[in-house]
Structures are given as structure tokens and as C-alpha cells.
């Protein structure tokens, strides 16, 4: 009888081991069949700087003289050429007729005049004074020769949220970026309440543009990730598209406008018309932004600031009804001061500048 009760006994016990081992090597294989066909890894986030000082707009607004003659030297059509062109009144050889615009040989010249600083404000008419410039606060905001100069110093935008989904909504939101060498990484934050959305774009410095090689769409029910090789694009879904030039993506878009806008490779004037690839989990489109006008933002920490309105137009095969419209502010290193997000008529999401840090 001891016999039997102590086969009784041990039979359970193995059987418990048994189904132990077994959903062990079930859990295994799950998670390798996640990993294998689910697609790739989730992106690992780069490690936040250390942000040193805040940017400030420059006080009073004055014309972008800085950007405007690295601008002239690699683009002649700027849009702050007809103001610098006064600037060479002052040499002897500057004829006393001011050029038109469409001269750039007039405005390359306004460097040799650099080390002598000239009274732009005085010198300038009543209607520069709309266009600010980039902030003194950060070298990094003045291009120079060397295209790898041009990228502002890593940076984080803070913004103050507010919205209607169901109800008002209040919350916090980011847009940061950061460099290792040649590489980059764009990330933008959500937070509305408990609920957190990121969008994180990692790739490479490409001379003058970004060059993304992945992207990645984080929301509290699911992680959607685009691959983008030299040549194609890798869809959440396993779908191959053409990668077109000088794509970007939703966080990297908001970067690689700031850049072109402070280098001079798009204009950033009212009218303007701002074509841009974007890569998405559902596809690759393009968009085009029409700058519609400039405005002026009372802003919770950093005053009364003077931005220019991008509004996208109507795309022909949209992927969802989110839209977003982005204002960029010349005097804060063309940084992208105001976003608003649209979702359908029913919800809307509206990121006013509270902050800008940098390291």
C-alpha cells in the first residue's frame, strides 16, 4: 500500500513537469514566429542628450543676413536678396542703385563685408522687419560652406497640446531630434491623458537631406514599422514599393523642412509651394505643403513670434484622414513651432511651442 501511494503521488508531479516543459518550448516557439514573421525588431531609441541652454527668438526680428549670404552662395534664388543687396552701399565699388533680385553676383559679395557688423535694422525697409532671423542663441543655426554645418545642434521642441476627441483634450507633446556622426534620429511624442503615441525616424545624414532607414509608428494597440533600403521601401504589410528621391517620413519631415527653409533650398515665403515624398506604413505618397502666409503666435514662454503657414493639400489616394498643418518659425532656427492635427471634422490635435532646448 506505501508502494502505490507513492507511485500516486510522483505520477502528478511529473505530469506538472511534463506540461511545464512543454508550454516553455510553446512560449519559444511563439515568440520566435513573432519575431520571424512579424516582421522586424522594434526601433531602439537613441539615448536622450543632455540639453544645456534654452533657445530664445532673436530680439529685435532683423533680416537673416547670415543665412542669406551661405544661401546665395550655394543657391542664387533667395527670398532675403532684394534686403541684403543694401548692404553694399557702404563699399566704394557698390554701385548706388540698389540691383534687383534676381542678381545673386550683388548678394555673394555681402561677405567681404562681414567683419565690419552694419546697422541692418536702420538699413532695412519697414516690411523686413516681418522676416525674423534665426536665433543668436545657437551657431549652428547660421549655415556655412560645409553642408555638414548646417544641422542644427541636437534639440528638443516642447509643446503645450490641446484638441477635441470626444471631449477636450490636454496634454503634452515632442519633437526631437539628435545626431551620432552621420547618423540621425527624428522622434515626435504624443501624450493626451494615459495614452501615448511615437513616431521615431532613424537613418542617415545625406550631405543636405535626411535619408531614413526606418521608421516606426507606436500606439498603445499596435507598433507599425517601415524599412527604407536604397532602392525600395518595405511597407508594414511586406508590400516593395520604389523608394523616390529624397524621401522622408512623418518625424523626419518635420527636420528636413527646418533645413531646407534655413539653408535656402526652398523658399519659405507666402505662395510658395513645398512638394514633399513621405513614407508611411500603408505607402508611400507625395505631398505638397503650399505656404499660405505668415502669422503671428502668441506663445506661452517665448512671446509674440512670427511663423509661416504650411497646409498640405488634398492627396489623390489618401491612406486614413489625419492631416497635419506646420508652422516654422525663422527667428527660432526655423524650428517647427506650431503643428496642428487634423482628423477628419470630428477630432483635432493643436501642439503650441512652450519650449525649445538644445545641447
Known amino acids: 500500500m506505501a508502494g502505490l501511494e507513492r507511485l500516486s503521488v510522483r505520477r502528478p508531479i511529473r505530469f506538472a513537469a511534463i506540461v511545464a516543459v512543454v508550454l516553455a518550448l510553446h512560449s519559444w516557439v511563439l515568440r520566435w514566429a513573432d519575431e520571424a514573421l512579424g516582421g522586424p525588431p522594434p526601433l531602439q531609441a537613441m539615448a536622450d542628450p543632455m540639453f544645456t541652454r534654452v533657445l530664445q527668438p532673436e530680439t529685435p526680428p532683423a533680416v537673416d543676413e547670415a543665412n542669406a549670404?551661405?544661401?546665395?552662395?550655394?543657391?542664387?534664388?533667395?527670398?532675403?536678396?532684394?534686403?541684403?543687396?543694401?548692404?553694399?552701399?557702404?563699399?566704394?565699388?557698390?554701385?548706388?542703385?540698389?540691383?534687383?533680385?534676381?542678381?545673386?553676383?550683388?548678394?555673394?559679395?555681402?561677405?567681404?563685408?562681414?567683419?565690419?557688423?552694419?546697422?541692418?535694422?536702420?538699413?532695412?525697409?519697414?516690411?523686413?522687419?516681418?522676416?525674423?532671423?534665426?536665433?543668436?542663441?545657437?551657431?549652428?543655426?547660421?549655415?556655412?560652406?560645409?553642408?555638414?554645418?548646417?544641422?542644427?545642434?541636437?534639440?528638443?521642441?516642447?509643446?503645450?497640446?490641446?484638441?477635441?476627441?470626444?471631449?477636450?483634450?490636454?496634454?503634452?507633446?515632442?519633437?526631437?531630434?539628435?545626431?551620432?556622426?552621420?547618423?540621425?534620429?527624428?522622434?515626435?511624442?504624443?501624450?493626451?491623458?494615459?495614452?501615448?503615441?511615437?513616431?521615431?525616424?532613424?537613418?542617415?545624414?545625406?550631405?543636405?537631406?535626411?535619408?531614413?532607414?526606418?521608421?516606426?509608428?507606436?500606439?498603445?494597440?499596435?507598433?507599425?514599422?517601415?524599412?527604407?533600403?536604397?532602392?525600395?521601401?518595405?511597407?508594414?504589410?511586406?508590400?516593395?514599393?520604389?523608394?523616390?528621391p529624397s524621401v522622408q517620413d512623418t518625424a523626419s519631415q518635420f527636420v528636413e523642412l527646418g533645413h531646407r527653409f534655413a539653408t535656402g533650398k526652398d523658399k519659405l515665403v507666402p505662395g510658395a509651394v513645398v512638394p514633399i515624398w513621405l513614407a508611411r506604413p500603408g505607402g508611400v505618397d507625395q505631398w505638397t505643403y503650399d505656404v499660405i502666409g505668415r502669422e503671428m503666435l502668441v506663445t506661452p514662454q517665448l512671446g509674440t513670434i512670427e511663423a509661416f503657414h504650411l497646409k498640405p493639400r488634398p492627396i489623390a489616394n489618401p491612406r486614413g484622414n489625419i492631416t497635419a498643418e506646420i508652422w516654422f518659425a525663422p527667428s527660432l532656427q526655423y524650428m517647427p513651432v506650431r503643428v496642428r492635427l487634423n482628423v477628419g471634422t470630428e477630432a483635432w490635435a493643436d501642439l503650441m511651442v512652450d519650449r525649445i532646448e538644445q545641447r
Do not use: C, H, M
Open 69 to 244: 549670404r551661405a544661401q546665395t552662395a550655394r543657391k542664387p534664388n533667395t527670398i532675403t536678396a532684394a534686403k541684403v543687396v543694401r548692404k553694399p552701399r557702404r563699399a566704394a565699388s557698390a554701385p548706388q542703385p540698389a540691383p534687383p533680385p534676381t542678381q545673386p553676383q550683388v548678394v555673394a559679395s555681402a561677405p567681404a563685408s562681414a567683419p565690419a557688423p552694419a546697422p541692418a535694422p536702420e538699413a532695412a525697409p519697414a516690411a523686413s522687419a516681418a522676416q525674423p532671423a534665426v536665433a543668436a542663441a545657437s551657431s549652428a543655426s547660421a549655415p556655412v560652406a560645409s553642408n555638414a554645418d548646417t544641422w542644427p545642434a541636437d534639440t528638443r521642441v516642447s509643446y503645450k497640446l490641446t484638441g477635441y476627441f470626444r471631449g477636450d483634450l490636454i496634454g503634452d507633446a515632442r519633437v526631437q531630434w539628435q545626431r551620432q556622426g552621420d547618423r540621425y534620429q527624428a522622434r515626435v511624442d504624443l501624450d493626451v491623458g494615459i495614452l501615448r503615441y511615437t513616431f521615431l525616424s532613424q537613418g542617415d545624414v545625406a550631405g543636405d537631406s535626411l535619408s531614413p532607414r526606418a521608421y516606426q509608428e507606436s500606439s498603445p494597440n499596435r507598433t507599425r514599422v517601415v524599412q527604407l533600403g536604397p532602392e525600395n521601401v518595405v511597407l508594414n504589410d511586406g508590400r516593395t514599393v520604389e523608394r523616390p
